[in-house]
């Protein structure tokens, strides 16, 4: 019970403005990194800026963990694009190169199909059931560049 | 102000901040680099040539495929992801690119490399176009960086003709 009291007390004499000041604050940190993350969205065009690598498909390229940026511009697809996207219905996204794009005369519109550069063999597999290729509006973004892996490290490397 | 906890915490951001600074000089240092790769394709022969029940041609051929990929190579290169892509235009399609082989170059002593090989993936088109068609062999190179931009680039090895009869 005196500990309670305590903490009462404690929580009591607190300057109100003082803990009104650092919840304004913290909320200010947040919505900064808010606007951070939507404005990058708007700059680089695609609705996840940054990703991360999931999966090992794309080794020795991207490793596990890896830091990727997107970029998404109007500029059609072409084969050897590192692209992000979603198959229908999964929430995942997946990142593979692209190994066969057709594109068609009249609407512009591209069937694109994908792969992991480890995987043996192409995407079929992960698309929808029934679903041959890819189009435009499966894609979220185009890897520009990617950031420094800290896992693999010469820890790991045992050739040095 | 002066405690372990503030001094961490500036010790932590400066050095994640120079690491980025790092890092962007580092891919900043890609771009003295002028590649001067080299290429050359032959088809040795087409293995088959015919119409699948789908009804879209199918194409198997044997390719000679060597290159010179070595001035790709700074000290900032992971890997050179390379690939052949057979191009060509049909009535329906504006451009087909159909990747026919990929190789992932790890070092620059593996960058210069001569192989015969069919190819890596089928050579498929959508429709009935092939029969006679010219299409280019253009070899695509993507270089991984260890950080920093990617960058990619093509030779165009134009010429190639298939057969104006199913074998």
Request: aromatic letters at 8%.
């Amino acid at each position: 019970m005196g500990w309670i009291g305590e903490q009462i007390d404690s929580i009591k004499s607190l300057n109100f403005r003082q803990v009104l000041t650092q919840a304004v604050s913290l909320g200010m940190i947040v919505t900064s990194a808010l606007i951070i993350w939507k404005g990058l969205m708007c700059i680089t065009g695609s609705e996840s800026p940054v990703v991360v690598v999931l999966s090992g498909s794309m080794e020795p390229g991207f490793k596990r963990g890896d830091i990727l940026f997107l970029h998404m511009s109007k500029d059609p697809i072409r084969a050897g694009e590192i692209v992000v996207f979603n198959v229908d219905g999964r929430e995942i996204p997946i990142v593979h190169r692209v190994i066969k794009v057709h594109e068609h005369q009249d609407t512009g519109e591209v069937d694109v199909l994908t792969k992991g550069d480890n995987n043996f063999g192409d995407d079929r597999l992960l698309y929808a059931h029934g679903q041959l290729w890819l189009h435009r509006h499966h894609i979220m973004g185009r890897a520009v560049g990617q950031g420094l892996n800290m896992r693999e490290k010469k820890f790991r490397d045992n050739k040095c | 102000m002066h405690s372990l906890g503030y001094r961490v915490n500036a010790l932590l951001a400066f050095a994640v901040t120079i690491l980025a600074l790092i890092c962007g000089i580092a891919s900043f240092s890609d771009n003295f680099n002028s590649p001067s790769p080299s290429a050359e394709v032959q088809v040795l022969n087409i293995n088959r040539f015919r119409k699948k029940l789908t009804g879209d041609d199918e194409v198997s051929l044997t390719l000679n495929i060597s290159a010179n990929l070595e001035s790709l190579f700074t000290w900032n290169t992971k890997q050179v992801f390379v690939f052949l892509a057979a191009e060509y235009e049909t009535p329906n399609n504006a451009l087909n690119q159909v990747s026919l082989w990929d190789s992932i170059i790890p070092s620059k002593e593996r960058a210069r490399f001569s192989i015969e090989t069919t190819n890596k993936y089928r050579f498929i088109d959508q429709g009935s176009n092939l029969r006679g068609k010219d299409f280019n062999l253009t070899m695509h190179w993507h270089v991984m960086p260890k950080t920093g931009k990617m960058f990619a680039d093509n030779l165009v090895i134009s010429g190639f003709r298939l057969p104006e009869a199913y074998r």
